[in-house]
């Protein structure tokens, strides 16, 4: 009997090639996003695609009830949708803050909810929610983000100590620079809500440096993270915590032993300020 996984956002990047990868290992795989026109190609190699908004509770529902008609089960969860949205505090409308927290957030934790009655009765399953390393690591004209991804680890760790008497494994991922076409994104809000406001000037060195960090060719695909998320899926004794690339991991700890005065004075010379 085949594995069953569920992944939300696999219309692109980590969602897509992490569905690909549990694919090739034998998994039956449940690819759902908001755009199925994007995921033909997931469709064509064996998935089961279906439409599924994280922000909509109906959907949600329904998907999750169709997996358990069908299979009878669910061993994974790949909590992959989300995304960036950059601006001074001051800036960012709080409607757009809302929405961040809708998707990175609520949206994780309703698809979560909504497996774990499954997962809980077969006493077995892996829960593996992306997060970010920017849920260790704070940049200026990230708060909101930040705070998403903050919330996802703490989530995260807590929800573990929960599932764990039911045979549940809960498992984050923080992912350092990507090229998925998050960027384009994260770099659009960051020039459209804060380019022209009074943090012109720091707003324009934090999207200069993170460009940089987002180049075509020199930045880690998704393939990297679709291999850590296919590690913490078959291994037998999973970590609690994947980071990658190495420059993620490599900040990561940098963060771990700077008091935080230092970290800031780091940051603010990065970006000259």
Not at 14 to 41: H, N, P, W
Not at 196 to 205: F, P, W
Request: with cysteine; hydrophobic share 45%.
């Amino acid at each position: 009997m085949k594995k069953v996984a569920l992944i939300t956002g696999a219309s692109l990047g980590i969602g897509k090639e992490s569905a690909f990868a549990l694919l090739k290992s034998g998994y039956k795989v449940y690819a759902t996003a908001r755009r199925v026109e994007l995921m033909e190609d997931l469709k064509l190699a064996g998935a089961v695609v279906m439409q599924m908004d994280v922000t909509d509770a109906v959907q949600v529902q329904y998907v999750v009830n169709q997996l358990i008609t069908v299979d009878n089960r669910i061993d994974l969860l790949l909590n992959n949708a989300g995304y960036g949205s950059y601006g001074a505090v001051e800036d960012v409308d709080m409607v757009e803050v809302r929405r961040q927290f809708e998707v990175n957030v609520f949206g994780l934790a309703a698809v979560t909810k909504a497996v774990i009655p499954q997962m809980r009765s077969q006493r077995s399953g892996r829960i593996i929610n992306i997060s970010s390393v920017a849920g260790k690591i704070v940049f200026p004209m990230g708060a909101w983000y930040h705070a998403t991804k903050f919330a996802v680890e703490g989530f995260s760790d807590a929800l573990r100590m929960e599932l764990r008497p039911f045979g549940i494994s809960v498992i984050v991922i923080e992912p350092g620079p990507i090229f998925t076409g998050w960027q384009d994104i994260a770099f659009d809000s960051l020039d459209r809500t804060s380019g022209h406001t009074v943090y012109k000037n720091m707003a324009e060195r934090v999207s200069k440096l993170m460009r940089l960090n987002y180049t075509p060719g020199k930045t880690a695909g998704p393939e990297v993270i679709a291999r850590l998320v296919l590690k913490a899926a078959i291994s037998k004794c999973p970590k609690t915590n994947y980071c990658g690339p190495f420059s993620a991991r490599f900040m990561k700890r940098l963060v771990l032993i700077l008091p935080t005065k230092w970290y800031n004075a780091l940051i603010r010379k990065a970006i000259g300020m």
